[in-house]
C-alpha cells in the first residue's frame, strides 16, 4: 500500500496491523503462484502420460514436481522456479516424445 508522509501505510486504521497484512498477502500470492505452477505440472503431466503414452515418464516427473514444490513453498529466494522449471521439462517432453 501506498505511504503517507507520516510514514503510517494509507488505508489502514490505527488498531489494524497493516504489517500483518501485508505479510499475510505476501505469503498468499508465494502459495498461490507456487500452487498453480504445481497444479500446472500435474496437468501437463497427465497429458504426458495419455498422450504419448509415457506414464512412467510421467509419474517420474510428477514426483519430481511435488520435491520441487515443497522447495518452492520453503524457499522465498527460489519461489516459483523449481515447480517452472518442472513444468518446462513436462512441456518439452509434451511436444517432443
Do not use: N
Not at 32 to 46: E, N, P, Q, R, S
Amino acid at each position: 500500500m501506498a505511504s503517507t508522509t507520516d510514514g503510517s501505510a494509507q488505508g489502514y486504521r490505527p488498531e489494524m496491523d497493516g504489517r500483518a497484512h501485508e505479510t499475510t498477502y505476501d505469503g498468499f500470492t508465494h502459495f498461490t503462484t507456487v500452487g498453480a505452477l504445481f497444479v500446472a505440472c500435474i496437468v501437463v503431466g497427465l497429458a504426458v502420460g495419455g498422450v504419448k503414452h509415457a506414464w512412467m515418464s510421467a509419474m517420474v516427473m510428477i514426483v519430481l514436481a511435488h520435491v520441487a514444490t515443497a522447495i518452492g513453498l520453503m524457499s522465498r529466494s527460489l519461489a516459483w522456479k523449481p515447480p517452472a522449471t518442472v513444468l518446462a521439462v513436462l512441456l518439452l517432453m509434451l511436444l517432443f516424445y
